[in-house]
């Protein structure tokens, strides 16, 4: 067997006490330390997953050489300092989304990374999710045939945040499963975002995000934190088949539909006969058995793997800023009240070898 | 008992039967012809409604003089033509959703019906359903607050219709009906809408309809020929309540939840502040029940009702005309590739009297 | 293309109107006139459906030799009478259900059919729904592989009837169901039936029927017309797979589940060895498209392809006799307070040819 | 500050950790040790649950005077000595469900514990869900009237146990809810039990248990290993009301129904007249909040204050010995094919004070 990998997670608020024991539990990683500013808080959490230090100076932290990884769970916008040190200090770094709370801040991370040969990995965690990890499967293996729309829902009566939108609170999950699934990844060239702060509390607590896809598909995110009722759903619409993700529906999450439209392509000569050569199937509904995993295990499972292989994650800092991008326009689109705006496209960076 | 009112159908298509069927059923009504050009189909609907005439010549029909009002049920590019005509000649109408196929042909029709002194209502039959009322009730007490937010949802593998896309084939229900339950009715400045084609169908068949309404307040309608799964949903926030009507739950149509987002107003120097006085309410939940109405029934006694008390039926032109103006500015929003753009105001003409 | 069978329908009640709207229909049939004692009730039924003769006296309506078939619809407590005569007049008879009030005297129907060598066919509507004729190909390819459980759930806040009780009323449907989907039919040796009258209603309001199948297999029916909810569900267990019929989910009217049970056979001495050598399935769940097709229109057909070619309709008079003899030890065990009784074999009465 | 009691926890096994966790957080409770055979087992669970003892003779473990309760959680066969060896040495005693392998054996361990002036308290845990707690306290109330029927179902692919069947895995949960619902206890006086063995497993992996209950009305229980689908319901039926608690439903878990059947008690003078005067209410549907409370804490609390006020907690032994006779009655009409039986009443033995 392989010698493990260890790793120690800063931040033991909110995400960091699942990093640890996901960490400390599988067979890939040994978990060494817990940092984090407040000393009672990483003793806490460190008593909870078995005999590791406790620091309470990141520099300390990252001083040492028993440690090949540091995974990152703190506020956002610490996220680009934390990650620079420890790049520098020749860590892999795993960073909660979102990457950053900067298009151009990430951008550094990944090209620090990319410079001293690390792995930089974004804890998109849905993306290991059973249910995630089958949608991209069939559609890579062409399954549903080519993308016609995503209509994401993502709503629920939620914690309104102090800091951010609703856009950078939920959309980021959205985002960064489409962009998972997508054979090519989300590179919107455009997108409209729209935001409604109808209680008055100073930022969007209703979000619609419209995101033009290539060939004339498109996806769409509804975020909202003011809704009674949970919704949890991706529609995927496909030429051939069309999949519902119900994350809510334990017993059938994926539901594939072989039911659709067809055109007749042929027929060029003007609206009305195209009209008349559309035809409908009303196929089977067929609904894959998933494991159950925890995803942040598989996640877990990935990096060591990346570093190992000397790749770049499924989930890499690529994505993370793909992800960024999209957030970063979105803010601009909200401020111009809705209008249409372009998308930086962030790629460039060189990663270590592409696992897409 | 008063006397009955007479009553011609115009087109025996798709939706002239419902009508036909409604008019001969009901107590304030005697349908007494059914007009269309095919005369074998007109014959066919004649022969299961009863002893009515058969006529294939609208100026036939409307030369008449034992015929009050009419109902056209002809294709949207008709309704203007034979609304002037019936009109002119002293009809009250009734014409099926969309008033017309294009605002200012809707504009004409209006302005005519007040210069005659004769009701001219849009079939917006969604709005005479038990649970829309029953919606527009609520609101009317109070019973949710001010609204916040309404999210509309209507997709289903539908036809792809050969001269109109899916914002004119759908949206109007859902706009007829926001327009019906909202205390001004839909009056947004802007719009935005964003439409997809990813079959090359030459028109839309996923439509996103963003209308900001006042206040800060938001309404959003989705709208698709192309999903397998069927949804028919809005959801209503209010400050005080929110509701949810699932139009495809027989056995729960409407569920008003008694849960919320308080901000506390005090707290004006500064986001943090807000947010820190947030509150979240999570009560109990409640569906009212409905009776089991026809729609067309209802509606139809509207129109008698209006006709006798001479005054505005609830979906008046008027009505018909918001509708109207919001598809149009939608249209000129697609054709900006989902730019914001302002929506005319089409009120001005002056109806019999106001019945909202 | 063959001529037209004629069939007049007896009783405009309330089922009457459907029978006769599905045989002025279809190309097979020819609805040639409606009997009933009240005369307004019948020509009201005869102007709905076209020109068709109104009869009043059923002997009248027998002496016609225009009519090849007739299609009884009035209360069970007559249905012995009229289609003896009926069968005496030498028309072939279809009944509604159940087949008779009494066992003997459907068997004396059952008889006089084979012996005058004419089909009498018992309208087990569900039979001929698309889900049901699915579900019984689907067991006839051995795709649940054997039964081991079947589990029906009928309730509904429904009409308590006047003259029989929830069993007589509701489990006609499940019993006739179970016999048409089970490959050797109904036939259970013993029963218990356990019934509850709460309300002080004078029979049953709630019903639980439990029928051991071969095999140590079990069916359980659970009628109940007090329950504010609307459950229609069958639950069909197999070696191989496990159905799931939901008839209120339109969208999903059947699920096959790969999932269940496998107990390793080998272990033959003692129960814990063999409690070792259980294992689970946990596959994929499938939901075949069903086509829309009204029930009746097959049943029609079938009824007329019965007659031409001479042989027992799929759900013929044996079949409706099986579900008798259940309904009838269902009452015997009722009046011991739940005791297990015995259940007849109505088997005997040969058919023109077995059709299944 | 009341004095915490102490307490350990016997068995370390499936239900233990549970017990474990829920004694060690509370404020009542201070967990002093862990017992079980297995040293190992024991001390992994101490370990996760903070300083605590571990113990592997019980005997060991009972000497000691800093304990004043102990919780079992080993088989069902092992209780009976291990109740009367604690209540022996003084402790009170709460006993995972079912509260012994047999009714005489049960009845010994509540006698003693009268006798000692101890506490035997039976782990129901489902009696202190918020869910159950609201149903109790709406019964209690009279919002639903009296009681008409009770039906429970509870079904899903389980695990095939080596050593009961069934009615003695599953049914526990559903008679110690109604016992704890119903107002006087759960107290059938006969009951028949349908169990079927499809697999040949040796024992009911299906089972149905009918209980009639006092007035006419019935509870119905429906337990299945067997079944695909998780279906976790229990409808309520009363004069008034019924309710429906869903519990795999998180969103809506209780139903309270004001829809129901109202019959003429005037009309005595036949089943016609009866029936016509039948009503039926088809009022509006309402769904309490739930708070969200783990049930374990809730009851470590109510075995806690039984202590204090020496009373008999709410589910006390004398419930445990109700479910209990209800299992051996139904283990009796299994051996008789599904005979009716006598159910033993189990009361007479006196507790502290009657809680209920």
Request: hydrophobic share 45%.
């Amino acid at each position: 067997m392989e010698t493990q990998l260890r790793i120690a997670v800063i931040g033991a608020g909110y995400w960091g006490p699942n990093l640890a024991r996901n960490f400390s539990a599988g067979p890939d990683w040994r978990l060494v330390a817990i940092c984090d500013l407040d000393r009672e808080r990483a003793e806490g959490l460190a008593a909870r997953v078995g005999n590791v230090d406790v620091v309470t100076d990141v520099d300390d932290l990252l001083a040492r050489d028993d440690i090949d990884a540091v995974a990152i769970a703190t506020p956002a916008r610490t996220h680009h300092a934390l990650a620079l040190k420890a790049l520098a200090a020749g860590k892999h770094v795993m960073v909660e989304k979102p990457l950053a709370d900067a298009g151009e801040r990430g951008r550094a991370m990944v090209d620090t990374a990319a410079a001293n040969g690390l792995v930089l990995m974004a804890d998109h965690t849905y993306c290991y999710t059973p249910a995630v990890l089958k949608i991209r499967e069939l559609i890579e293996e062409g399954a549903l045939g080519d993308i016609l729309f995503i209509d994401s829902t993502r709503i629920n009566l939620g914690l309104i945040q102090p800091d951010v939108d609703v856009f950078w609170d939920l959309a980021p999950h959205d985002l960064s499963i489409i962009d998972f699934i997508l054979p090519g990844g989300l590179r919107p060239q455009t997108l409209a975002a729209h935001g409604a702060d109808p209680l008055g509390a100073g930022k969007s607590c209703v979000g619609y995000l419209v995101l033009p896809l290539q060939g004339g598909a498109m996806a769409h995110v509804h975020v909202n934190w003011l809704s009674p009722t949970k919704i949890r759903q991706m529609v995927i619409g496909g030429t051939k088949r069309t999949l519902v993700w119900d994350d809510l529906n334990p017993q059938q999450r994926i539901s594939v539909y072989d039911r659709g439209v067809d055109l007749g392509l042929q027929a060029v000569d003007g609206v009305e006969r195209t009209a008349a050569t559309v035809s409908y199937r009303l196929g089977d509904t067929w609904s894959p058995a998933l494991p159950e995993r925890e995803a942040l295990g598989q996640m877990a499972a990935e990096f060591a793997e990346s570093i190992r292989d000397r790749r770049a994650p499924r989930t890499d800092g690529a994505a993370g800023l793909r992800v960024l991008s999209v957030l970063e326009a979105a803010t601009r689109s909200l401020a111009k009240d809705g209008a249409v705006v372009g998308v930086e496209d962030p790629a460039g960076a060189e990663q270590l070898a592409g696992a897409r």
